[in-house]
């Protein structure tokens, strides 16, 4: 019922900022818990940032403070603007739906396929 289309990546220099979208098509975005994953070159998936349907957020400790997540249901469009970007936050990063708010990974049912980040120092 969903198809996701994230975008936004590139290659920046530390202290820079990007900005992510992702795309969604299907009846049950305005209303799916949807959310930023990023998996670095041979670590596991890591959760990034979260969004609720009432537009309630969960993020990481590693981006406090610099990521912030957020959706135009009216654009069917999630965004995560990245802010302060450090040369840690180097990954692909995937948008995903369908998930739990503080869920993991698992609990999520549909996938983007991946934009990369680099961040240069």
């Known amino acids: 019922q969903v198809q996701l289309v994230d975008s936004g990546g590139g290659s920046v220099q530390a202290g820079g900022s990007l900005r992510l979208a992702c795309a969604a098509s299907g009846r049950a975005f305005s209303t799916s818990v949807m959310g930023w994953f990023r998996q670095a070159l041979g670590t596991e998936r890591e959760f990034v940032a979260a969004?609720?349907?009432?537009?309630?957020?969960n993020y990481a400790d590693s981006v406090k403070g610099r990521f912030t997540i957020s959706r135009d249901s009216a654009k069917n469009t999630m965004y995560l603007q990245m802010n302060s970007l450090k040369p840690e936050d180097t990954a692909v990063y995937y948008c995903?739906?369908?998930?739990?708010?503080?869920?993991?990974?698992?609990?999520?049912?549909?996938w983007g396929s991946g934009t990369q980040v680099t961040v240069s120092s």
């Open positions: 969004i609720g349907w009432s537009g309630d957020t």
């Open positions: 995903a739906a369908g998930g739990s708010l503080y869920g993991s990974s698992r609990t999520y049912d549909y």
